[in-house]
């Protein structure tokens, strides 16, 4: 089970951090990742942390977005700075699972947790 | 704009057999990525319904299949039922890109 926290009304360029706490599995031994969805619009995947630790970035937060993990809590993070009106999304904290053509796909998701960048 | 394309929305009646493409490019599902497909109930967080192309998760009814061909997948729902209706989105990995890509999704209409 993934559970999201720390959502919420944030002003353009300010900052945030989500939380998603795992039960069930053990975040430091999967592929962790962030997806996210604007409101009455499709997925889009934010960023990814490899069990060894490589981070990796959509384009479109590089930069602005980190995405970490605590295994003593067993949870996955993401702290946004530099927010923007379009990062408003519900954010999805998933994990992966390896793929046959090496890559990945997420079996198991959150409920989200709402964001919204707005002054 | 999606790097991979599905059609909006498609309808069918109870019974029917509807199939929704997701189109990529050479650097995607072309690449001999993998495509996975998912349902996403009004309100909730998606689902994952086939992966590897053409795999089933346990649980998930034979009534859903997948197929990839070239740079292209399909989602096929056969015996459509009412509470099919939902949004489909599939995705894959994008080299160009060095990420995880969705298509725009489809939202499917039980008649």
């Known amino acids: 089970q993934l559970v999201e926290s720390g959502g919420g009304l944030v002003q353009p360029g300010g900052s945030l951090r989500l939380s998603c706490a795992a039960s069930g599995f053990t975040v430091n031994t999967d592929y962790m990742s962030w997806v996210r969805q604007a409101p009455g619009k499709g997925l889009e995947w934010v960023s990814v942390i490899y069990t060894g630790g490589s981070t990796y970035y959509a384009d479109s937060v590089k930069g602005r977005f980190t995405i970490s993990r605590d295994n003593s809590k067993n949870t996955l993070y993401l702290q946004m700075n530099s927010l923007r009106a379009e990062d408003t999304a519900v954010y999805y904290c998933?994990?992966?699972?390896?793929?046959?053509?090496?890559?990945?796909?997420?079996?198991?998701w959150g409920q989200g947790t709402l964001v919204t960048v707005s002054s | 704009q999606s790097v991979l394309t599905q059609p909006p929305s498609l309808s069918g009646a109870p019974g029917q057999r509807v199939t929704i493409s997701c189109t990529g490019s050479?650097?995607?599902?072309?690449?001999?990525?993998?495509v996975h497909w998912y349902q996403q109930l009004p309100g909730t967080a998606p689902k994952v319904l086939i992966y590897?192309?053409?795999n089933r998760p346990s649980g998930v009814p034979d009534r859903f299949s997948g197929s990839k061909s070239g740079t292209s997948a399909s989602l096929a729902i056969t015996g459509l039922q009412a509470e099919d209706e939902a949004e489909y989105y599939c995705q894959s990995y994008d080299n160009s890109l060095s990420g995880v890509v969705f298509g725009g999704g489809t939202k499917l209409t039980v008649l």
């Open positions: 998933a994990r992966a699972d390896f793929d046959s053509s090496g890559y990945y796909y997420f079996d198991h």
């Open positions: 050479s650097s995607n599902i072309g690449a001999g990525y993998d």
């Open positions: 590897d192309n053409n």
